[in-house]
């Protein structure tokens, strides 16, 4: 790239972060050191101010960078992973926005534990949540470093690696100082810019082809190489019957997954109310799917426009398809318009990763000090002092979590940032989600059962992974010089879901705990009803 790229594109990003860093302080300021402050902001938040921020929390860099990728190198078969991602929100909708936000406070294990013996239910909910969140964020991380491979023109291991910890870095600061309430407004201006910078983009890309969808699509296959196969399903998922089942784990994986990302749900808490929370999910799902309607047609501008040949040339996963479809749209390397629109949809990338990083952060770091530490160190002093302490431990955990996904970042840096995601959402699929399912609709879930149920999903998911081609045995995996690939699949979430409910349900059967039936059904009443919440 030019220097006239990199010095635009690096001036509009230092914006944006003396923006954020300056909400950061300024809330920083006027906090009260609660821990309802620090996790939830006060419950202040509007059902639209949540639904533009669970909008940026959502909105990662998979979705921005690598879904635009996956659809210009795959056509057709890119798809799944815009589908996954919205219909997910109806799950989200209907089974879990308002009965969470009855039912808990701070984090999911809230949830559980209402009914459970609580000890062994929060360690199990919150270390399974810190696993999730890490996985997550390793994806922007890697999203991270292609950015600045692109932008500086440089594809070396210390470049990379001094993003992914300046990254780090600044969600450290994010999180350690503001909290929710400052996490929530970056993700608001961060929404904000990526709808107008993908909307903007797509209109351009309609004018270049005269609004004509039709030559649009055509141009498209015929640049991808494989002709009108591209428009069809089977390029990516169809060669045999394992690609054809890791398709179906991967649609499980994206469309349970979202009702186990603790960060989406503690999202929920940040409203005054059930009703708010549920408004709050009516428009995130109109802000979300607006965005994905607009990210297919740039993902089949970018394989018509720039071409599969340079998107792989330049990133061999298709992570920089947004930005190289945004230099070509304004006029291409050298000109002024291209240089302008590269920068700003480079600085509005570096944003998107920002700000989920810094919510997923907190949503980790809060499961940290509330769930883990919490039931690990219990405080026999007074209220005030142990919620104290909890937010002081968060502070501490949520640089922890950091260099952890640093770290994983750095040796995850060739993978698709939308596949890495793929993995995380399995993950919370087979964990999270089953015992979340069971504590709010099953009157004979036990301790036990709610155990067996996040391990049992938790394991088997994290084991598939390590035993599957993402790991070793293939070029594009973490260990290519190794082989110990025993499982076929690159998803787990086909077998490791029901495995996660299979184990829950075994776990309550087997146990010798007799079910309270009076709490059960004060916790179905509060879930739907309100009463009592927070």
Known sequence: MTGGHQTLALLLFSGFVAVTLGITTWVSRRRHGSAEEFYTGGRLFSPMENGFAITGDYISAASFLGVTGLIAL?????????????????????????????CGRFTLADVVAAR??????????????????????????????SLVALLLGRTSGPARAWTVIGVGALMVIYVSLGGMRATTWIQIVKAVLVLGGTLALTVLLLLRFHGDIDRLLVTAAQRSGHGIAFLAPGLKYGGSWTARLDFISLGLALVLGTAGLP???SRFYTVPTARAARRSAVWSIGLIGGFYLLTIVLGFGAAAVVGPGALRASNAAGNTAMPLLALDLGGGAGSTGGTVLFAVVAAVAFATILAVVAGITLASSASVAHDLYASLRRTHHGRKGGAHREVTVARFAAVGIGVVAIALGLL???????????????????????????????SGFTTRGAVWAVYGGLVPALGLVLLSPVVSGCPGSLFPGVDFQYFPLQNPGVVSIPLGF??????TVTSDEIPDEAKFAETEVRSLTGAGAV
């Open 412 to 442: 995850a840096r060739d993978l698709n940032v939308a596949y890495l995601v793929g993995l995380a959402f399995a993950v919370a699929a087979s964990a999270n989600l089953p015992v979340l399912m069971y504590s709010l609709f099953w």
């Open 116 to 145: 459970m013996n609580e000890r062994p239910v929060r360690i199990a909910a919150g270390m399974s949540s810190v696993v999730v969140s890490v996985l997550y964020l390793v994806a922007q991380m890697v999203g991270a470093g």
């Open 74 to 102: 795959y056509g057709y078969d890119g798809l799944l992973y815009v589908v996954g991602f919205l219909v997910a929100w109806l799950v989200v909708l209907f089974l879990v926005a308002e009965l969470v936000r009855n």
């Open 502 to 507: 299979l184990a829950g349900w075994l776990g």
């Open 263 to 265: 960060h989406i749900l």
